[in-house]
Nanobody
Framework: QLQLVESGGGLVQPGGSLRLSCSAS????????IGWFRQAPGKGREGVSC????????QYTDSVRGRFTISRDNAKKTVYLQMNNLKPEDTAVYYC??????????????????RGQGTQVTVSS
């Protein structure tokens, strides 16, 4: 069973930065898409960003575009979510997810079957 592991969360002040990492418990093919989504307390899941494995196409939800950057290091089998200029409303548990596909595009990961346990991001002064 493919499992993903997120890391890099923590407590940061508004305006600060964090870099989240997503790695796999087993071999993660370069062509699998990766999505990041988040869930804030008392709220539903929200797609944040995603990256296609075959084309490198990326997507961002409007609230993070220009502040977050998704990237992948295929040599390290790791996908990163660089988060800059963090705001209190970014506080949530962040999850990465994937599916076994060759899709040239990507989705937020909300419907991908393989995901991690999440990492907490708290933005507060």
């Amino acid at each position: 069973q493919l499992q993903l592991v997120e890391s890099g969360g923590g407590l940061v002040q508004p305006g600060g930065s964090l870099r989240l990492s997503c790695s796999a418990s087993e071999f993660l093919p370069d062509h699998y898409p990766i999505g990041w989504f988040r869930q804030a307390p008392g709220k539903g899941r929200e797609g944040v960003s995603c990256i296609s494995g075959t084309t490198g196409v990326t997507q961002y939800t409007d609230s993070v575009r220009g502040r977050f950057t998704i990237s992948r290091d295929n040599a390290k089998k790791t996908v990163y979510l660089q988060m800059n200029n963090l705001k209190p409303e970014d506080t949530a548990v962040y999850y990465c997810a994937t599916e076994r596909s060759w899709s040239p595009s990507c989705r937020w990961g909300l419907t991908y079957p393989y995901r991690g346990q999440g990492t907490q991001v708290t933005v507060s002064s």
